[in-house]
């Protein structure tokens, strides 16, 4: 089965500066990747996704590339603010209608004022 | 994105008595959702894939018997936890998607007292 691991577990930056987090996958037939920024106590909330026929997504001050080659794709915020605080997850799945997303173990970021 | 909803939010219940919980598709039908379960601190730990119309597929390591799954309707699926305990307090979450995109539900918060 599939198998993603995310790395760094924890990170903190100063308020506006960029923040990556990084992500490989194990398995070739993986074509999705969502990432999912979870505050405290509440559900994750799918912040951006890319499919494997892109390398690269942005949508304002996130952004995310995919290096299919090396199985590993990120996740990157630029101007971090402090509500950017959370746990950020990604996840990769075959991109199939209804098919099971794996988790990666979470990167706790805090953005310093 | 599409809307996803979980009832209740939150239960207690003493040791030996089953809880269930459910998980609604309100804008869009799904043939199938995911049942995760998340430790403090921890990523989200998939249990079962619950198809409509035919049995769960559990991840290795779940008991089936112990969570039940019944998947009755296009927009309803079920997670009865049976006989639980106080190893089983946990954060529920159930996911689902119109097509290849997964959003979560709110989740359920169990105590087992």
């Known amino acids: 089965g599939e198998n993603v691991e995310q790395h760094p577990s924890t990170l903190s930056v100063q308020e506006g500066d960029s923040a990556v987090i990084k992500c490989t996958y194990s398995d070739s037939a993986s074509n999705y990747f969502p990432w999912y920024k979870q505050e405290l106590g509440k559900r994750p909330q799918l912040i951006i996704d890319i499919r494997s026929n892109v390398g690269e997504k942005k949508d304002q001050r996130i952004a995310v590339t995919l290096n299919k080659t090396a199985k590993h794709f990120s996740l990157h915020i630029t101007e971090t603010q402090p509500e950017d605080s959370a746990v950020y997850f990604c996840?990769?799945?075959?991109?199939?209608?209804?098919?099971?997303?794996?988790f990666g173990t979470g990167t706790r970021l805090a953005v310093r004022p | 994105g599409a809307v996803v909803s979980q009832h209740p939010s939150w239960v207690i219940c003493k040791s030996g008595t089953s809880v269930k919980i459910e998980c609604r598709s309100l804008d869009f039908q799904a043939t199938t959702m995911f049942w995760y379960r998340q430790f403090p601190k921890q990523s989200l730990m998939l249990m079962a894939t619950?198809?409509?119309?035919?049995?769960?597929?559990?991840e290795q390591g779940v008991e089936k018997d112990k969570f039940l799954i019944n998947h009755a309707s296009l927009t309803l699926s079920t997670l009865t936890v049976t006989s639980a305990h106080p190893e089983d307090s946990s954060f529920y979450i159930c996911t689902a998607g119109p097509e290849y995109e997964q959003y979560f539900g709110p989740g359920t918060r169990l105590t087992v007292t």
């Open positions: 996840a990769a799945s075959s991109g199939s209608s209804g098919d099971k997303l794996t």
């Open positions: 619950s198809n409509e119309g035919s049995k769960a597929t559990y």
